[in-house]
């Protein structure tokens, strides 16, 4: 089993800055992707960015390219996600998601909500 703790969620004026965590913990995988994923009210869910391991190679939603910003942390076992630029419409609650290399994600976040004020 993987557990997976957002954090760093909030509200924030448009054009600000907040940067998302995600730890994980439990069973690791020597080859992974991690990912953010985001649902607004009455929406369905969307992908924003993934991260790979090994190589760290990272792919992004066009809504979010050029704003925001996947890393990982090996030595804290913690992936972050740097959203800057932040408009209304970012608005939503952020899931983390991990799994196996090519398998997809098996294992989710509770989420964190953010929340871009215009």
């Known amino acids: 089993q993987v557990q997976l703790v957002e954090s760093g969620g909030g509200l924030v004026q448009a054009g600000g800055s907040l940067r998302l965590s995600c730890a994980a913990s439990?069973?690791?995988?020597?080859?992974?992707?991690m990912g953010w994923f985001r649902q607004a009210p009455g929406k369905e869910r969307e992908f924003v960015a993934t991260i790979r391991w090994p190589g760290g190679s990272a792919s992004y939603g066009d809504s979010v390219k050029g704003r925001f910003t996947i890393s990982r942390d090996n030595a804290k076992n913690t992936v972050h996600l740097q959203m800057n630029s932040l408009k209304p419409e970012d608005t939503a609650v952020y899931y983390c998601?991990?799994?196996?290399?090519?398998?997809?994600?098996?294992?989710w976040g509770q989420g964190t909500q953010v929340t871009v004020s215009s």
């Open positions: 998601a991990t799994g196996n290399l090519g398998q997809g994600y098996e294992y």
């Open positions: 439990g069973r690791t995988f020597s080859s992974y992707v």
